[in-house]
């Protein structure tokens, strides 16, 4: 465990070393002093650097950070100085745009020639425009009423795709012995199946109900929101026997930022501004399994 906050610097090329340059003369603008540190970094497929500060930053100073490093197509992360590497049991993340690379609902939507009506109303959940993702949800999947249930089983053939190092990250997380949460507000066809073919050791999400065959336009049961996206992380912990800092969570939207919030590392991966800004790392350039130099 480090006495300061470290800058971590990940990127699928060399890192530059003029990136080291740029963030010393800005940390000087700032107050503040970083110094390079070497680090025994895991044989992944990124390369990594890393600096120790002095001082915390503020959330003005971070996204500066972060501006810089992106001129130099690198991604950095702020890991905090209570943070414990080793001490980390959990990986809890969402799956919409963060584990895959659609938006479920929207696929769905699109047989039904609804997409674009559909798509307005993620977007703007996911912004945090629109508030009550409850509501949110029943809208959209009210639209879909009359969808045959084969739809789901062609979106996840023809369209869904894991995200560039999901793969890896699911293997190095249960190698190291995490316990593995997919917890999403899309839905249960598509969570149990990722479950199977990535090693999740749990999943949670919400159920469309079907009657002879085809969606009647909506859920069983509460529907998982952020509130609930957060309960469930605090089960897992519990289940684990350590505190939420001893957790990674991963997210790119609005409806992330309970689970996220107080967690020892929380990445935004390719988020929405409103995620990035809050989010320990922004994932915008790396793989999701980038995330295990995090805690090499």
């Not at 107050?31 to 497929?45: F, L, W």
């Not at 100085?81 to 919409?96: E, H, I, S, T, Y």
């Not at 949110?136 to 190092?165: I, K």
């Not at 249960?174 to 949460?181: A, E, F, Q, R, V």
């Amino acid at each position: 465990m480090s006495n300061h906050l470290t800058l971590v610097a990940l990127s699928d090329e060399p890192i530059p070393a003029a990136l080291n340059d740029a963030l010393n003369a800005h940390a000087k603008v700032l107050g503040i002093e970083i110094h390079g540190i070497k680090h025994n970094e895991q044989k992944i497929t990124y390369f990594s650097s890393r600096w120790s500060s002095n001082k915390s930053l503020t959330p003005e100073a971070r996204i500066a950070m972060r501006d810089i490093a992106a001129a130099h197509n690198v991604d950095l992360a702020f890991l905090s100085a209570g943070f414990k590497p080793d001490q980390v049991k959990v990986l809890a993340m969402d799956m919409d745009s963060t584990l895959i690379n659609i938006e479920c609902i929207d696929e769905i939507a699109d047989f039904t020639g609804k997409k674009t009506a559909v798509s307005e109303i993620t977007e703007a959940t996911m912004r945090g425009e629109i508030k009550d993702f409850k509501e949110s949800l029943r809208r959209r999947v009210a639209l879909l009423e009359g969808v045959h249930a084969d739809v789901l089983e062609s979106v996840y053939r023809e369209r869904l795709r894991p995200n560039p190092g999901a793969s890896e990250l699911l293997s190095g997380a249960n190698h190291l012995g995490l316990y593995t949460l997919l917890v999403s507000g899309g839905f249960t066809f598509f969570t149990e199946k990722l479950k199977k073919e990535l090693g999740f050791k749990q999943t949670q999400a919400n159920t469309l109900e079907i009657i002879d065959g085809k969606l009647t336009g909506k859920v069983i049961g509460d529907i998982v929101d952020g509130a609930a996206k957060a309960a469930y992380l605090d089960q897992a912990c519990s289940l684990m026997s350590c505190h939420k800092n001893h957790a990674i969570t991963m997210g790119d939207g609005s409806n992330d930022l309970p689970m996220m919030h107080g967690s020892g590392i929380s990445i935004a991966y390719r988020a929405k501004p409103i995620v990035k800004e809050k989010a320990d790392a922004a994932f915008d350039r790396v793989g999701l399994d980038a995330a295990l130099l995090l805690i090499a």
